[in-house]
T-cell receptor, first 114, second 117 residues
Framework: GENVEQHPSTLSVQEGDSAVIKCTYS??????FPWYKQELGKGPQLIID?????GEKKDQRIAVTLNKTAKHFSLHITETQPEDSAVYFC?????????????FGSGTQLTVLP | DTEVTQTPKHLVMGMTNKKSLKCEQH?????MYWYKQKAKKPPELMFV???????INESVPSRFSPECPNSSLLNLHLHALQPEDSALYLC????????????????FGPGTRLTVL
């Protein structure tokens, strides 16, 4: 089955700095890579996703890059703000019939220091 | 509207109790999921329903019994749980995957915090 490794497990940055979280996956059949943000006491919220036919995607301060050859993808957050503090999960997925099975990374606790 | 709702928000139950968790979405999604999440861990897939039929059961103990009465509702019936079953139970939904499709993103609800005494 798929295995997703995520690093670092904790990350502290100063407000305004950039944050980068990296994930690697094992199954070359995976073709969809979402990133979720989970605040304390809440469910995961999708913040950005990328499919295997695209190398980079950007949405305001958030960007994701994908290197299919190396089987790794990264989340980049620029101009970080205190409200970006949360746990971030990457995931890799392939179709399973008419539904998707997500394999999550272990999570990164991001703390943005004011 | 990308909202998945879950009730109750919190649930405390004894090991002999029977209770149910409820999940609802009105986005027209035909795939629905139950996940279990322990503290400081990623969500773990339990069940997947596709077109109201159970398509994936990740070897979940029979004390957890899922039900999908219609395309908008997903229930998880709980019976004879153990203290180690205490966790955040998350529901998610997505459109079904179509060949070449781009709209199969999973949207999560806020979860039910379950404590088994």
């Amino acid at each position: 089955g798929e295995n997703v490794e995520q690093h670092p497990s904790t990350l502290s940055v100063q407000e305004g700095d950039s944050a980068v979280i990296k994930c690697t996956y094992s199954d070359s059949a995976s073709n969809y890579f979402p990133w979720y943000k989970q605040e304390l006491g809440k469910g995961p919220q999708l913040i950005i996703d990328i499919r295997s036919n695209v190398g980079e995607k950007k949405d305001q301060r958030i960007a994701v890059t994908l290197n299919k050859t190396a089987k790794h993808f990264s989340l980049h957050i620029t101009e970080t703000q205190p409200e970006d503090s949360a746990v971030y999960f990457c995931a890799a997925s392939q179709s399973s019939g008419s539904a998707r099975q997500l394999t999550f990374g272990s999570g990164t606790q991001l703390t943005v220091l004011p | 509207d990308t909202e998945v709702t879950q009730t109750p928000k919190h649930l405390v139950m004894g090991m002999t109790n029977k209770k149910s968790l409820k999940c609802e979405q009105h986005m027209g999604h035909r795939a629905m999921y139950w996940y279990k999440q322990k503290a400081k861990k990623p969500p773990e897939l339990m069940f997947v329903y596709s077109y109201e039929k159970l398509s994936i059961n990740e070897s979940v103990p029979s004390r957890f019994s899922p039900e999908c009465p219609n395309s908008s509702l997903l229930n998880l019936h709980l019976h004879a749980l153990q203290p180690e079953d205490s966790a955040l139970y998350l529901c998610a939904s997505s459109p079904v995957v179509r060949a070449g499709g781009r709209t199969d993103t999973q949207y999560f609800g806020p979860g039910t915090r379950l404590t088994v005494l």
